[in-house]
């Protein structure tokens, strides 16, 4: 899986966001690339992002980094680390939910 944008690690932690658990990337709606975080597709990128649609929920748009397994936006948005390795994910991106996610 390519991760594009300002990464430090091979666990997707980028120069914003590198705590021990920022290990998600976002795949963004606009470009169907993964990012670490919001900040690095707006400083790699020439296009403004947009958020997933809620009626596309089902699409696999979140990256762990510690197993590389690809989540689905409703999988990632109802748990607090990955259902397959269960590295904890970072709570504190409930923050930024909706640039990432429409919300309902």
Not at 20 to 49: G, M, Q, W
């Amino acid at each position: 899986m390519q991760i594009h944008g300002k990464t430090v690690d091979d666990q997707t932690r980028c120069v914003h966001y590198a705590t021990p658990v920022d290990v998600v990337a976002i795949k963004f709606a606009c470009c169907l690339r993964y990012y670490p975080c919001h900040l690095c597709h707006e400083e790699t990128t020439n296009h403004s992002a947009s958020q997933w649609p809620v009626d596309q929920r089902g699409q696999h748009a979140v990256f762990c980094g510690v197993c590389r397994t690809e989540l689905t936006v409703e999988e990632y948005l109802a748990v607090d680390s990955c259902p397959n390795c269960h590295a904890a994910f970072n709570e504190r991106c409930r923050l930024h939910t909706h640039l990432y996610f429409q919300v309902r």
